[in-house]
């Protein structure tokens, strides 16, 4: 690591030291008053079945490489400030639920804009003495972040609609229709925007008093500035899912998928799909969660190119006291190119495939019911076919976070 990347990483830490000792040392003393297990947080504003939590963070940040590049990396730090709420309503067989946050980042260094990212999201839920539920879901933000879990690309305007309905059949079966829509728009005039439309019908069957069986079938349209019409892909698919509890929640499907790059049927590609979803809350102190999915995917940087994209993430979090709670996340994401690609390394054609592996831990310490301490870090590394597309990067962040 170049010298005065090493002296700017000491300086973050020591101005990270000067500024938690105090807050430490102030928070010492409702420490000592009162047991660990007797701090509990706050749980809102509260009007007639509505609850309203307002929050705030208050960050220090140092990026290795914000720009994920694997030649002329640049670090930089500063200030990132958060605020925003979340809601709930729940009333007559009606619920609602939502949050909104902004976030302004603050580059001291050169070579990097300053960062303003918002998002917000609703969720409707209604469900009918007979037992149907329709369900209603929706986001929409401005993000700076990559997201390879979902495959996205850092600084885009994302949008999404999705809607689903269940209805039951029989006392042991179960029908559900989802429908969805995304649009995402990326900052970066190199990269390709996209639309997608999605429908997905199941039916299920009961097999155990916790758990069913199902199997599905599903289609998407996507249109993308990187090919000309709708590519469109058809999935079959088979899996088991839970009754929700308060401990175990999952939904695991497995199938094939077939893409058509241009929509007009003349060519198939075949390849394996897969949805994960998991919690499990395994004892007071520990709970585990999974993700993932394999599908195909068009490509966000070369116009014309396809591919299919596997991901897999692993989570946990453990909360010894009400004080201190300690989460992680690993994830993992396989883009395999369809269509071999130029390696400007050698100017021969040549497979991409990149693998990206990336893990995160938050470290929180409650220091009263509306405030705690956080320490925060991130590493990632992207292992690709084309030398040029590799980086490494790690991202800390610490400061204060306050929730009423």
């Known amino acids: 690591m170049p010298i005065h990347r090493i002296n700017t990483y000491f300086r973050f830490i020591r101005l990270g030291v000067c500024v938690l000792l105090p807050v430490l040392f102030l928070g010492a003393p409702s420490v000592r008053a009162e047991p660990l297990d007797l701090v509990t947080p706050s749980a809102g504003l509260h009007w007639n079945g509505l609850t309203v939590s307002p929050f705030a963070e208050v960050l220090y940040f ?27 309503y729940g009333g007559n067989r009606h619920k609602w639920s939502g949050q909104f946050w902004y976030q302004w980042e603050k580059y001291m260094g050169e070579g990097r804009l300053d960062s303003n990212q918002w998002r917000e999201k609703i969720g409707y839920l209604y469900e009918t003495p007979q037992g149907t539920v329709l369900r209603v879901d929706h986001y929409w933000g401005e993000i700076y972040q990559s997201d390879f879990e979902r495959g996205l690309w850092q600084d885009r305007r994302e949008f999404a609609l999705n809607a689903g309905i269940a209805h039951v059949l029989t006392p042991k079966t179960r029908i559900q229709l989802d429908l969805g829509s995304e649009d995402v728009k990326y900052l970066n005039p190199a990269l390709y925007d996209w639309r997608q439309y999605s429908a997905d019908l199941s039916v299920a069957r009961v097999l155990t008093p916790k758990s069913d069986v199902f199997v599905g079938v599903g289609t998407a349209l996507e249109e993308s500035e990187s090919s000309s019409g709708f590519s469109k892909s058809y999935r079959v698919n088979m899996g088991l899912a839970s009754r929700a509890t308060e401990k175990v929640s999952y939904r695991i499907a497995v199938g094939g998928e077939a893409f058509d790059p241009t929509g007009s049927n003349e060519s198939m590609t075949l ?33 014309g190119n396809y591919g299919v994209v596997y991901t897999l993430g692993l989570g946990s979090t453990y909360q010894p006291n009400r004080r201190v709670s300690v989460a992680t996340k690993a994830l993992w994401r396989c883009d395999i190119n369809e269509i071999q690609v130029v390696d400007p390394a050698t100017g021969n054609l040549t497979d991409r495939v990149d693998n990206e592996f990336g893990i995160r831990t938050d470290l929180n310490y ?5 405030a705690s301490l956080r320490l925060g870090g991130e590493a990632m590394t992207q292992i690709s076919t084309i030398s040029q597309n590799e980086y490494k990067r790690f991202r800390v962040d610490m400061g204060l976070n306050f929730r009423y």
């Open 62 to 88: 140092y990026d290795s490489n914000y720009d994920r590049v694997d030649q002329g990396a640049e670090s930089n730090h500063g200030p990132s400030l958060r605020s925003g709420f979340d809601f709930s």
């Open 271 to 303: 390849a394996p799909y897969y949805q994960l979803g998991a919690t499990w809350r395994a004892s007071r102190k520990w709970s585990w969660s999974a993700s993932g999915q394999g599908q195909h995917q068009n490509s966000e940087e070369m116009a």
């Open 366 to 370: 409650r220091l009263s019911k509306y």
